[in-house]
T-cell receptor, first 114, second 112 residues
Framework: NAGVTQTPKFQVLKTGQSMTLQCAQD?????MYWYRQDPGMGLRLIYY???????DKGEVPNGYNVSRLNKREFSLRLESAAPSQTSVYFC?????????????FGPGTRLTVT | EDKVVQSPLSLVVHEGDTVTLNCSYE??????LLWYKQEKKAPTFLFML????IEKKSGRLSSILDKKELFSILNITATQTGDSAVYLC????????????FGAGTRLAVHP
């Protein structure tokens, strides 16, 4: 039982390049999330998917797109990377359908855009 | 606008001290408040609080929620160097999905 996995762990991009961050969970959770974490700002929600086949914008969606490929996988794409997207990205999943429930986080991807 | 504010932003103590971390919130449709511990990597879950006045406890850590005054505290007694981490408070709010709003975190350093 691996929980939430993310690839890659580290990435350096040049301004304007594109890339996709991959996330998978094996807990059969319905909901999945992408966050970014910047120093002194906590975690901010980029996009989320409440269930397979649906995605919605979070607090900071500009410059990103997502795909909920199936129940297990939720990817985040940067079409044209900018230095402002330098951050640590976390994927999370949770069990929708309860009153409220914790989110489980992946190990993170540290992205640097030069 | 929903917001979660944690204080202090950072704290340095010595082993054996007791610390209290604060989290206040203003959100619509409050559902629960969660505490996470973040060391080098992913946040790990500590507590989830939904009801006022009921203390949750795990070893030396405890937490309580006040839904009238809109805050929560996280207490750590007899601190150890292994307690050094960023402690994140998050509030679940809004509609029918598990959307979390995070505070900026409190960075705790415990020195020997």
């Amino acid at each position: 039982n691996a929980g939430v996995t993310q690839t890659p762990k580290f990435q350096v991009l040049k301004t304007g390049q594109s890339m996709t961050l991959q996330c998978a969970q094996d807990m059969n959770h319905n909901s999945m999330y992408w966050y970014r974490q910047d120093p002194g700002m906590g975690l901010r929600l980029i996009y989320y998917s409440a269930s397979e086949g649906t995605t919605d914008k979070g607090e900071v969606p500009n410059g990103y797109n997502v795909s909920r490929l199936n129940k297990r996988e939720f990817s985040l794409r940067l079409e044209s990377a900018a230095p402002s997207q330098t951050s640590v990205y976390f994927c999370a999943s949770s069990d929708r359908g309860r009153e409220s429930y914790e989110q489980y986080f992946g190990p993170g991807t540290r992205l640097t855009v030069t | 606008e929903d917001k979660v504010v944690q204080s202090p932003l950072s704290l340095v103590v010595h082993e054996g001290d007791t610390v209290t971390l604060n989290c206040s919130y203003e959100v619509t449709n409050f559902r629960s408040l969660l505490w996470y511990k973040q060391e080098k990597k992913a946040p790990t879950f500590l507590f989830m609080l939904t009801s006022s006045g009921i203390e949750k406890k795990s070893g030396r850590l405890s937490s309580i929620l006040d839904k009238k005054e809109l805050f929560s505290i996280l207490n750590i007694t007899a601190t150890q160097t292994g307690d050094s981490a960023v402690y994140l408070c998050a509030v679940e709010a809004g509609g029918g999905y598990n959307k979390l709003i995070f505070g900026a975190g409190t960075r705790l350093a415990v020195h020997p």
